[in-house]
């Protein structure tokens, strides 16, 4: 059972930074890929970046040049710095992997089908 527990939401004028963090429980193990989605009201989801157990990363092209994700595998922990952060970036923010069962079924994470992902945190820029 993979558990995602995301943190660093919060509020931020835009042009400012944020850092998310996701703490991976369970089968971590058989994870090829994690990353960051994002959904807010009105918008359709959308994958945010993604990194996979070699270390390469995908991007939304929305997001390229301003947010990096990396990973601690020996903390099981993943990141995603946000920098130059506007208003269109408003969002929950769900950390995912492509481990699990797919209970609630697969969301494409820029190149990851993830089966996992938390509860979201939400990021407000104004």
């Known amino acids: 059972h993979v558990q995602l527990v995301e943190s660093g939401g919060g509020s931020v004028q835009s042009g400012g930074s944020l850092r998310l963090s996701c703490e991976a429980s369970?089968?971590?193990?058989?994870?090829?890929?994690m990353g960051w989605f994002r959904q807010s009201p009105g918008k359709e989801r959308e994958g945010v970046a993604v990194?996979?157990?070699?270390?390469?990363?995908s991007y939304a092209d929305s997001v390229k040049g301003r947010f990096t994700i990396s990973q601690d595998k020996a903390k099981n922990t993943l990141t995603l710095q946000m920098n130059s952060l506007k208003p269109e970036d408003t969002a929950m923010y769900y950390c995912?992997?492509?481990?699990?069962?797919?209970?609630?079924?697969?969301?494409?994470?820029?190149?990851?089908?993830?089966?996992?992902w938390g509860q979201g945190t939400q990021v407000t820029v104004s």
């Open positions: 995912a992997s492509d481990a699990g069962r797919g209970e609630r079924g697969i969301v494409m994470v820029v190149t990851c089908p993830a089966r996992s």
């Open positions: 369970g089968y971590t193990s058989s994870s090829y890929c």
């Open positions: 990194i996979d157990s070699e270390g390469t990363t």
